[in-house]
Nanobody
Framework: QVQLVESGGGLVQAGGSLRLSCAAS????????MGWFRQAPGKEREFVAR????????NYGDSVKGRFTIFRDNAKNTVYLQMNSLKPEDTAVYYC????????????WGQGTQVTVSS
């Protein structure tokens, strides 16, 4: 039932930073997980980051560790992805997703926001 809308994508030069936002129209519960995924043209969807809504525990894909940070604002029902030290290979459509923590399948997806990193 949670609906997600991403924003904040755009064009940035390599080495720069960008912050993505994902607003949830329905309030995520304590046992909800929120994540970021990305998909580049011709490539499969890739896991980027995840956060548990209640405790705020996080984990990251290997390709973004040390560069990206996921965090949330519970009062605003919004999760963010802070992207630093961006590389051209980070270019993709970024999607936020949500699921209950006991589920294996991500059930709610946003429409995506384009991130383009130029060399």
């Amino acid at each position: 039932q949670v609906q997600l809308v991403e924003s904040g994508g755009g064009l940035v030069q390599a080495g720069g930073s960008l912050r993505l936002s994902c607003a949830a129209s329905g309030r995520p519960g304590f046992n909800y997980d929120m994540g970021w995924f990305r998909q580049a043209p011709g490539k499969e969807r890739e896991f980027v980051a995840r956060i548990t809504w209640g405790p705020g525990n996080t984990n990251y894909g290997d390709s973004v560790k040390g560069r990206f940070t996921i965090f949330r604002d519970n009062a605003k029902n919004t999760v963010y992805l802070q992207m630093n030290s961006l590389k051209p290979e980070d270019t993709a459509v970024y999607y936020c997703a949500g699921k209950y923590n006991f589920e294996s399948t991500w059930r709610s997806w946003g429409q995506g926001t384009q991130v383009t990193v130029s060399s």
